[in-house]
């Protein structure tokens, strides 16, 4: 079946820490994203990528570092610089000029 | 930069009843997209209904239609018959294409039986 897995479903983090987030899809689509949550409120992009070995900072991008060495893959690491990293984060992929599709989630938590 | 504001952070509608969900956005592209996604309490986004901006005609899938109004730069997103089933936050999206996706900050539909 395809679609956009991420895993862990949840993770907890010691102040300091460097944590990664996994996102792999394999719907064959070019760009991926990367986007953070805090409750009751929308979506804030974080990084984006339109294809291999590009991306592009997002809105909130202090504090994570991503890479794109395959199509597939799209990690996200929150940095022990972001301050305040408790909050679901959610990947997405899409073809151009269409709708994005989401993976399930991870729930991050600051010891 | 391309902003969307959905001014209803909270609705409500009796079972089977219909309600409108708002949404407005402001850009200066003339080629563009807007969606609605669905985000229930499992938190996973689901897309309801897309709308591109050359189509004059408004989307509609099934119960759920959208009043594009491009001179106006609104999209309200109409539930009809609701159920039980769509109580969820509801983000109104606005895409350029490649360029990054601008969510608007939801509103949380209650479906009362």
């Known amino acids: 079946d395809g679609g956009i897995t991420q895993s862990p479903k949840y993770l907890f983090r010691k102040e300091g820490q460097n944590v990664t987030l996994s996102c792999e899809q394999n719907l064959n689509h070019d760009a991926m994203y990367w986007y953070r949550q805090d409750p009751g409120q929308g979506l804030r992009l974080i990084y984006y990528?339109?294809?291999?070995?590009?991306?592009q900072k997002g809105d909130i991008a202090e504090g994570y570092s991503v890479s794109r060495e395959k199509k597939e893959s799209f990690p996200l690491t929150v940095t022990s610089a972001q301050k305040n990293p408790t909050a679901f984060y959610l990947c997405?992929?899409?073809?151009?000029?269409?709708?994005?599709?989401f993976g399930p989630g991870t729930r991050l938590t600051v010891l | 930069a391309q902003t969307v504001t959905q001014s209803q952070p909270e609705m409500s509608v009796q079972e089977a009843e219909t309600v409108t969900l708002s949404c407005t956005y402001d850009?200066?592209?003339?080629?563009?997209?807007l969606f609605w996604y669905k985000q229930p309490p499992s938190r996973q986004m689901i897309l309801v209904i897309r709308q591109e901006a050359y189509k004059q005609q408004n989307a509609t899938e099934n119960r759920f239609s959208v009043n594009f109004q491009k001179a106006a730069k609104s999209f309200s997103l109409k539930i009809s018959d609701s159920q039980l089933g769509d109580a969820a936050m509801y983000f109104c999206a606005y895409s350029g294409g490649y360029q990054k996706v601008t969510f608007g900050t939801g509103t949380k539909l209650q479906v009362i039986p």
């Open positions: 997405a992929s899409s073809y151009p000029y269409n709708e994005q599709f």
């Open positions: 990528s339109q294809i291999v070995n590009d991306f």
């Open positions: 850009t200066s592209e003339s080629d563009y997209y």
